[in-house]
Every structure is written in structure tokens, then in C-alpha cells.
């Protein structure tokens, strides 16, 4: 595959990973607010498992593997600030996931640990991440 269509097919898999990144913490927000147990409560388990087993896990690992497949192709030099602080945005990303996942799983479990009001507040982490990932590669900064 030449580094066009890897290209295409790593943003095509960023955009799909984000959309779950920012619409599963949405869901969390409203989940959080419903009775367990209730009928309400089973929609959006299946919702959410749905979203992250069907999108969002594919997603991640073709945006990951997308993503070294074009370092390894542009044989990319990582003595890179601006490189750097991008796969530090992408960490991130893989940490939020990781803890999107937890959360899942507690929901699909029964749990209500946190408020609603703390789903909203998390929902802010991936747009932070996704503009220091946005401008570490377009503007390179301390390049």
C-alpha cells in the first residue's frame, strides 16, 4: 500500500476512533442518571458495548497500526519535537480509551461510582488531546 492510502486509510480510522472517544462519554452522562436495572439502563449497555466493540476497539487499532506503518515509511527521524508531542496526544488517547473501557465494564456491571457531572467533565479529555495531536503535526512547533 503507497503512502497515500495509508494516509487516507490512518484518517479515516482517527475520525472514527474520535467520534467514539467523544460520543461514549456522552452516553456515560446520561447512563449515569438511569436506575440499574431498568430497561433504559439495558439500552445503553447495549449501546455502549456496541459502540466500542464495533467502532471504537476496530478504530483504535487501525488508527495505531496505520500510524506506524507510516513513521516506518517515511522513516520518520525521531529526534522530533514536534513528533514527540505528538505520540505523547496519541498516548494519551490510548490511556483515555483504556479508562473509557473501565468504565464500561462497571456500567455493564451495575456500578454508579461517578456523576453525571464528572462524565461531562471527562468528555472534555479527548478534544484536548486531539487539538495538541492537531497542532503538534501541522504546525510542528519546536521543530
Do not use: C
Not at 473501557?101 to 464528572?118: H, M, Y
Request: proline fraction near 4%; glycine fraction near 6%; hydrophobic fraction near 55%.
Amino acid at each position: 500500500m503507497n503512502y497515500e492510502w495509508l494516509k487516507v486509510v490512518h484518517l479515516l480510522a482517527v475520525i472514527s476512533w474520535m467520534a467514539g472517544l467523544f460520543y461514549l462519554p456522552r452516553l456515560f452522562v446520561y447512563h449515569s442518571e438511569q436506575k440499574p436495572g431498568s430497561a433504559t439502563d439495558e439500552t445503553f449497555k447495549v449501546m455502549e458495548r456496541r459502540l466500542m466493540k464495533a467502532i471504537m476497539r476496530p478504530a483504535s487499532v487501525v488508527t495505531l497500526l496505520s500510524g506506524l506503518g507510516l513513521l516506518h515509511i517515511l522513516a520518520m527521524p525521531f529526534d522530533q519535537t514536534w513528533l514527540w508531542l505528538k505520540l505523547a496526544g496519541v498516548l494519551g488517547l490510548v490511556m483515555f480509551h483504556g479508562v473509557l473501557e473501565v468504565f464500561l465494564a462497571r456500567f455493564a456491571r451495575g456500578e454508579r461510582k461517578r456523576t453525571a457531572r464528572f462524565f461531562r467533565i471527562l468528555n472534555e479529555v479527548p478534544t484536548v488531546l486531539l487539538v495538541v495531536i492537531v497542532i503538534a503535526v501541522v504546525v510542528r512547533p519546536f521543530s
